[in-house]
């Protein structure tokens, strides 16, 4: 079962904010994954994402060519249990090499623990992803994007908050039937 929501980004900041709003609804072991043509705004929604997880956006960029950035805080006042944020770029992982690629950056093994894992190109993932994740699909509309969520597995009970905190930003969240 898969319940979805569209948002009309009209502007940088409303991506933006709209990844701040998912960041702030992720807990630990959660995938976001995104998909969309080349400039649609995926490593904007992570910078967004980065935000809403207390970390600084400006340091987020797009790990094409090492496949994954992980972003944590610096401040020494940290608590132990904050979330990391994990950044990868599946774009070159698509195929049977898949499995392996992810093998290698540790997909299966402690990445998820303290980590939100935001995923650009998830489509090409396929199975890979599991049952729990919320896809993230940007698309260009004139004059900005169409941002749909679609919630599966546990990402599914907070589909109605995440609506409510969109609603609450002014963003009118729209759902997809």
Request: proline share 5%; net charge negative.
């Given at each position: 079962?898969?319940?979805?929501?569209?948002?009309e980004?009209?502007?940088?900041?409303?991506?933006?904010?709209?990844?701040?709003?998912?960041?702030?609804r992720?807990?630990?072991g959660?995938?976001?994954?995104?998909?969309?043509?080349?400039?649609?705004?995926?490593?904007?929604?992570?910078?967004?994402?980065?935000?809403g997880?207390?970390?600084?956006?400006?340091?987020?960029?797009?790990?094409?060519?090492?496949?994954?950035?992980?972003?944590?805080?610096?401040?020494?006042?940290?608590?132990?249990?904050?979330?990391?944020?994990?950044?990868?770029?599946?774009?070159?992982?698509?195929g049977d090499?898949?499995?392996?690629?992810?093998?290698?950056?540790?997909?299966?093994?402690?990445?998820?623990?303290?980590?939100?894992?935001a995923?650009?190109?998830?489509?090409?993932?396929?199975?890979?992803?599991?049952?729990?994740?919320?896809?993230?699909?940007?698309?260009?509309?004139?004059?900005?994007?169409?941002?749909?969520?679609?919630?599966?597995?546990?990402?599914?009970?907070?589909?109605?908050?995440?609506?409510?905190?969109?609603?609450?930003?002014?963003?009118?969240?729209?759902?997809?039937?």
């Amino acid at each position: 079962m898969t319940v979805a929501l569209q948002v009309e980004s009209q502007t940088l900041e409303q991506t933006l904010a709209v990844g701040t709003i998912v960041a702030r609804r992720a807990v630990a072991g959660d995938i976001v994954g995104l998909s969309g043509e080349l400039g649609a705004g995926k490593t904007q929604f992570v910078r967004g994402m980065a935000e809403g997880m207390g970390l600084d956006p400006r340091v987020v960029s797009s790990p094409t060519f090492v496949l994954v950035h992980e972003y944590e805080r610096e401040a020494a006042d940290v608590p132990p249990d904050a979330l990391v944020l994990v950044h990868i770029d599946a774009y070159r992982l698509a195929g049977d090499d898949a499995a392996a690629g992810l093998e290698s950056i540790g997909w299966a093994d402690e990445l998820f623990e303290q980590a939100v894992v935001a995923v650009e190109w998830a489509d090409v993932l396929g199975e890979h992803l599991g049952d729990d994740w919320l896809a993230v699909r940007l698309e260009h509309s004139d004059p900005g994007r169409l941002i749909t969520l679609s919630a599966h597995g546990r990402w599914l009970p907070r589909i109605e908050l995440l609506q409510a905190d969109l609603i609450r930003a002014g963003l009118c969240p729209q759902p997809v039937t």
